[in-house]
């Protein structure tokens, strides 16, 4: 999928397959864009989807599902990218993911828990030590 991102910078958006398929689904209905250049989400005067309405949407379906927390996009691209990094993914595909061009963009994005640090110490004193002998 190509989108247009920050800046009107273009990217490819890899997305799961069961995704794919709802947006198949979607592009088939007869009141879905026509053309590649109309809005994916369209709001009723055929405009793009606002960022203020897609953040109120967020705040909708979190409050449905119980969440107290004030998540927004931003904080859902911090996720993204974290669960990217606990996952194992390498730090350059989480990097292009993100449509960033510096690494140290994307390195503000991933939260590394406290215990991963220590264990990565310990890790490195038991290398360390094994070196030694």
Partial sequence: LRVKGKNRKQRALFIVDKLYDNLIAYLSHPQ???RNTDPLFPVE?????????V????????KEAGIKERITPHVLRHFFATEMYHANVPLDAIQAMMGH???AETAVYIKVPDQFKEEALVQLTINERMSWE
Avoid: F, H, T
Avoid at 45 to 53: E, L, V, Y
Avoid at 55 to 62: A, F, L, N, S
């Fill in 32 to 34: 879905s864009p026509k």
């Fill in 45 to 53: 005067s055929g405009k793009a989807i606002s960022n203020d309405r």
């Fill in 55 to 62: 953040q109120k949407k967020i705040k909708e379906y979190c």
């Fill in 101 to 103: 061009d510096k690494m």
